[in-house]
Structures are given as structure tokens and as C-alpha cells.
């Protein structure tokens, strides 16, 4: 009985062995499983960054070419006669002219015939306002003119072509 007891004792012994060793086995088989994913993953981003590099490396060489198109066209700009700019400004001077020529119009419109400005009330009404000396000197104008829109022109005028014969 004895010798039987020390074979059950050694068939335990073994039993937890192999337990043991099937966890062992299990645990690292786990891990195996989780490095191949890892694996797997870093590999699917190394191959992501290459195609973000490779789509980089395009874009910079497009850009160059799309740089090296601008200098040449740069280049040729300079190098072009400038009488095709000189074209240009005149008739935006001419147009410049016409704006001002309005705009002396529209502020000439606004002053009454004393050089006394006129102000719009909002009714379509225009007032005078006096000029005050801010530094602007009025255009001087004719004395004929003057004389010409005064009212006492005018009487003297009609009380002349009356009294001839």
C-alpha cells in the first residue's frame, strides 16, 4: 500500500505540473497573439506614414515645379517693355480727371454765388453756411459773373433798356 500511495502522491505531482505548464503555455500563447496584433498594426501605420510621405514628396516636387513656372513668368514680366503699362494709366487718368471734374461740379453746386456754402436740411432745401476760415481758400471768380447774377445787375438792366428810346 504503501508504493501505492507514493504512485498517487507522484501522478498528483505531475497533474499540477502539466497544469501548470498549460497555463504557462496558455499565457504565452496570449501573448504571442497580442504581439502578432501589435505587429500587424505598427506595420499597417508604417505603411500609412510611407503613403503620407510619398503624397508629401509630390506635393513638394509640384510645388517647386508650379515656383520655378511663376520665376519664369516673373522673369518675363520684367523683361517686358513697359510701354504696355504705360497705356494704362492714361485712361485711369482720364477717368480720374472725370472724378474730379464731377466732384468740383457737385461742390461748386453746393456754394451760393457769396462763396457762402450751402448746407442740405433734408428737405431738399439747401441753406448757407459761412465759410469759415479752416485753411481753404475759396476759388475767386469774376467780378463780371458777380455782377451779372446780383439782383441789382439785373434793375439796372431793365431800368437802362427801358428809358431808351
Keep these: ?95 480720374k480727371e472725370k472724378h474730379v471734374l464731377i466732384c468740383r461740379l457737385k461742390e461748386n453746386h453746393q456754394r451760393d454765388f457769396s462763396g457762402n456754402k450751402k448746407k442740405d436740411t433734408g428737405n431738399g432745401i439747401w441753406r448757407k453756411e459761412q465759410a469759415r476760415g479752416s485753411g481753404s481758400v475759396l476759388p475767386k471768380r469774376s467780378p463780371l459773373r458777380d455782377m451779372q447774377n446780383s439782383p441789382l445787375y439785373w434793375e439796372d438792366t431793365i431800368s437802362v433798356n427801358s428809358a431808351m428810346p
Design 1 to 95: 500500500m504503501d508504493q501505492w500511495l507514493q504512485m498517487q502522491e507522484m501522478l498528483e505531482r505531475v497533474r499540477d505540473e502539466m497544469q501548470d505548464m498549460q497555463n504557462t503555455r496558455d499565457f504565452w500563447q496570449d501573448r504571442a497573439l497580442e504581439s502578432d496584433n501589435q505587429v500587424q498594426s505598427l506595420q499597417s501605420s508604417v505603411q500609412e506614414w510611407k503613403q503620407k510621405a510619398r503624397y508629401s514628396e509630390a506635393k513638394v516636387t509640384e510645388l517647386e515645379k508650379h515656383i520655378s513656372e511663376l520665376h519664369l513668368q516673373l522673369g518675363r514680366l520684367k523683361d517686358e517693355p513697359r510701354r504696355e503699362s504705360a497705356k494704362i494709366p492714361r485712361d485711369t487718368h482720364k477717368e
